[in-house]
């Protein structure tokens, strides 16, 4: 069982920076696919961007590649969204997801709770 914790969000103009933080209070993300999703207003989830912990490869999103980056932290059980140049359609509530595969939201088994990220334009 892992159980994660995201933070980092909040308000932001448009053209700003904020990095979301991921942290497995109970587990470490050894051997996972490690996610980031969003859910806009009104939008169904879409994904964001993937690392395989193991050989660090990320995918991402084609529509946010150059502007989010993700990223492994030192320790086994932290994990980083680096989100620049934001725009009002990134206003959406971001997930954090652990042990699916790539893209596919339906294959992650263990989410949390979501930070709250509004781009005011």
């Known amino acids: 069982q892992v159980e994660l914790v995201e933070s980092g969000g909040g308000l932001v103009q448009a053209g700003g920076s904020l990095r979301l933080s991921c942290l497995a209070s109970?587990?470490?993300?050894?051997?996972?696919?490690v996610a980031w999703f969003r859910r806009p207003p009104e939008k169904e989830r879409e994904f964001v961007a993937a690392?395989?912990?193991?050989?660090?490869?990320?995918y991402y999103a084609d529509s946010l590649q150059g502007r989010f980056t993700i990223s492994r932290g030192s320790a086994n059980n932290a994990m980083y969204l680096q989100m620049d140049r934001l725009k009002f359609e990134d206003t959406a509530i971001y997930y954090c997801?652990?042990?699916?595969?790539?893209?596919?939201?339906?294959?992650?088994?263990?989410w949390g709770q979501g930070t709250r990220v509004t781009v005011s334009s």
């Open positions: 690392i395989q912990w193991a050989n660090v490869k990320k």
């Open positions: 997801a652990v042990g699916g595969v790539e893209s596919y939201s339906q294959s992650y088994p263990y």
């Open positions: 109970r587990g470490t993300f050894d051997n996972y696919f």
